[in-house]
């Protein structure tokens, strides 16, 4: 199926942060990259941008040293069978077809293929849903005086179950929800709900931080756990993220998002001598900010101490600061995520 081709279009002088928020307006999650002249020269997909992230490109840097030169195309006069032989390649999302001239006439997108409902079901029952929702809800109170905030509502249902929701319908079935704060309100609710029947819990008896709970889990060397807290609301094809975990032999994935900031005023540099050398009129800061869902396999659990209070900050930066742990962000766009405690901020 051949597809618009000017959504999917990106210079190679574009920078990674234009490119990101093209590629989560793709059906394909790819684009193809061109020189000044309009010429091919080649593809870039959403892992290669996970990539340089993890590379420690900048988002102002440009594609030009991180898209596949050596890419797969058709010429226009292509046959069947070089079709056939293409389009069987498990990796490639699109096709772009040229001319002699190395400009793009169409592209054929192989997503129905590669990126439809059945396929994008987990069917890894190694993975464990963890929902931390012990917390006090500091941020919403005085809502939170009263109800726990996984069960304050948003769209009639309680935060909680959009979170369960988003893992269930992507074909997780395991789940274990950490309780603290009011935890006798959230057991009873949970007693409730009919499709929720075999829920897990973990209870503290003393505040054990973000994620100290998870040193009263089974471990499991063998095992992923994936983490959420329980007020961010997520739309995106998860089967994506575990399949990158697993590929890339990650201890560590934690989904992230572009946040784009405009400070509303005018905003001087100066120099080490304290001489004003700029003034930028309201600038933009972008930011790679995490969204608290992070894939860990059970080595990075087992670095929970049992009883210790402990935030997720503390774990990250351990494993940052170690050799012997790959850890990778996966960026998704700011369209695949709501956080819903912001709607009860005060």
């Known amino acids: 199926m051949a597809i618009v081709i000017n959504h999917i279009l990106i210079r190679s002088s574009a920078s990674i942060k234009r490119a990101i928020k093209k590629i989560n307006f793709s059906k394909s999650k790819a684009l193809i990259v061109l020189d000044a002249k309009e010429k091919f020269l080649g593809t870039i997909t959403d892992g290669d941008i ?9 988002l102002d840097n440009s594609i030009e040293s991180i898209y596949q030169k050596n890419s797969f195309f058709l010429k226009n006069n292509y046959s069947r069978s070089d079709f056939k032989k293409l389009s069987e390649k498990k ?4 096709i772009p077809v040229l001319n002699n001239s190395q400009k793009v006439l169409k592209v054929i997108d192989l997503s129905n293929k590669n990126l439809d409902k059945k396929t994008s079901i987990i069917k890894d029952k190694n993975i464990e849903v963890i929902i931390m929702a012990g917390g ?18 948003i769209e009639k249902k309680p935060m909680i179950e959009h979170v369960l929701d988003f893992f269930k319908n992507n074909g997780l079935k395991s789940f274990v929800v950490s309780l603290n704060y009011k935890n006798k309100l959230l057991k009873l609710y949970f007693k409730n709900l009919k499709k929720y029947k075999n829920i897990k819990f973990i209870e503290e008896k003393k505040s054990l931080g973000t994620v100290g709970s998870l040193s009263m889990l089974k471990k499991n060397k ?15 094809k998860l089967k994506d993220l575990i399949d990158t975990h697993s590929k890339n032999k990650n201890d560590a994935t934690i989904v992230v998002s572009l946040k784009e900031e405009t400070i509303p005023y005018g905003v001087f540099i100066t120099n080490n001598d304290g001489k004003v050398i700029e003034m930028l009129e309201k600038p933009k800061h972008s930011s790679m900010i995490n969204l608290g869902l992070y894939l860990f396999n059970g080595k990075v659990i087992n670095l929970i101490e049992k ?11 351990k494993i940052l600061n170690n050799n012997k742990y790959k850890v990778e962000l996966y960026p998704v766009h700011e369209d695949n995520w709501t956080d819903m405690s912001l709607l009860y901020k005060n």
Do not use: H, W
């Open 50 to 58: 996970r990539r340089a992230i993890l590379k420690n490109y900048k």
């Open 91 to 94: 990796e490639l999302r699109i």
């Open 136 to 153: 006090e809800g500091k941020r919403m109170q005085p809502y939170t005086y009263v109800i726990p905030k996984p069960l304050l509502p």
């Open 222 to 236: 063998s095992k992923n756990y994936l983490i959420s807290n329980c007020d961010m609301k997520f739309n995106f």
């Open 307 to 317: 009883n210790r209070y402990t935030d997720i900050n503390e774990i990250i930066l």
